[in-house]
């Protein structure tokens, strides 16, 4: 009488093949989330300052943000004149501010995302608070200029948004 059991498989010795784009995409998926505990994917800020002869600006503006994330942009500007600077303008790039979504300044922007302050006193700050809610995915440079009369101060920004 024949045997009813299945035969023995055969002993095959375990082998690993991975293609090219497999060796090149785990090492990158391992690496994600590590880049992610370490905070490199969460949001920043980031800090400039400019100075002219008349004008001092310090800027603080998110250096990493997420799409649909809202943060602020706050930019103070110090008359540094003994006189009072009867209207410093505060120019934001066009190209900048057209990449975000629900912005609002506070004081309001009179014409295209020109911000004007009036009567600043020798040695007084005031302060600029833009908000902006990421839309487009990419880094997206900028500069923010003050100027008064023939004086100008400009600062350079990088914001990165991620998806």
């Known amino acids: 009488m024949p045997d009813p059991s299945p035969p023995r498989a055969p002993s095959i010795k375990p082998k690993v093949q991975l293609s090219a784009k497999q060796l090149v995409g785990f090492p990158i998926m391992l690496l994600i989330p590590i880049l992610a ?18 004008l001092e600006m310090m800027v603080s503006y998110p250096s990493r943000m997420h799409y ?7 930019v103070t500007v110090r008359n540094l004149a003994p006189t009072v600077a009867d209207t410093v303008k505060v120019a934001f790039d066009t190209s900048y501010i057209s ?4 912005v609002r300044f506070d004081p309001s922007a009179k014409t295209a995302y020109v911000v004007d302050l009036t009567d600043v006193k020798p ?19 900028s500069r923010v200029v003050a100027r008064h009369g023939a ?3 400009m600062v350079h920004l990088r914001t990165l948004v991620f998806p």
């Open 151 to 153: 004086d100008s101060a």
């Open 68 to 74: 649909r994330q809202v943060q602020s942009l706050q």
């Open 37 to 54: 505990l370490f905070g490199v994917f969460g949001e920043s800020e980031a800090h400039a300052r400019a100075k002219s002869a008349s």
């Open 123 to 141: 040695s007084e700050s005031r302060l600029i608070s833009v908000e902006l809610e990421g839309q487009v995915y990419g880094s997206q440079r």
């Open 99 to 102: 990449r975000f979504t629900g």
